[in-house]
């Protein structure tokens, strides 16, 4: 119910732009929207979050760097990523869920509703 698009190859130092959108549900009904990312042999991690009201939160590792926005009119979902190093290489995944707590979670296992990836790798 959440497909994303954008990804794909990019040099270190550069940006690119991932995109989310729900089919279904739209954007505008779930409480919290996420992007995860999940590198060969890791765990899958947050990167971002973002609340229906607008706060967001973001990983150490991309603060500073990465920008979660949403648009409810256009049904849509992004994550900015700037200043990209190879250790941002991962599959992207955008997530969602409808339940209303007091911040949004940032476990994967918290998320019922997710996409089915968007492959970012940064080169050297």
């Known amino acids: 119910q959440l497909v994303e698009s954008g990804g794909g190859s990019g040099q270190a130092g550069g940006s690119l732009d991932l995109s989310c959108s729900g089919s279904g549900y739209t954007i505008r009904y779930y409480y919290c929207l996420a992007w995860f990312r999940q590198a060969p042999g890791k765990e899958r991690e947050m990167v971002a979050t973002i609340e229906r009201g607008g706060p967001t939160q973001y990983a150490d590792s991309v603060k500073g760097r990465f920008s979660i926005s949403k648009d409810n009119t256009n049904n849509a979902l992004y994550l900015r990523m700037d200043s990209l190093t190879p250790e941002d290489t991962a599959m992207y995944f955008c997530?969602?869920?409808?339940?209303?707590?007091?911040?949004?979670?940032?476990?994967?296992?918290?998320?019922?509703?997710w996409g089915q990836g968007t492959q970012v790798t940064v080169s050297s």
């Open positions: 997530a969602g869920d409808f339940k209303s707590t007091r911040g949004c979670a940032t476990g994967a296992g918290d998320y019922k509703y």
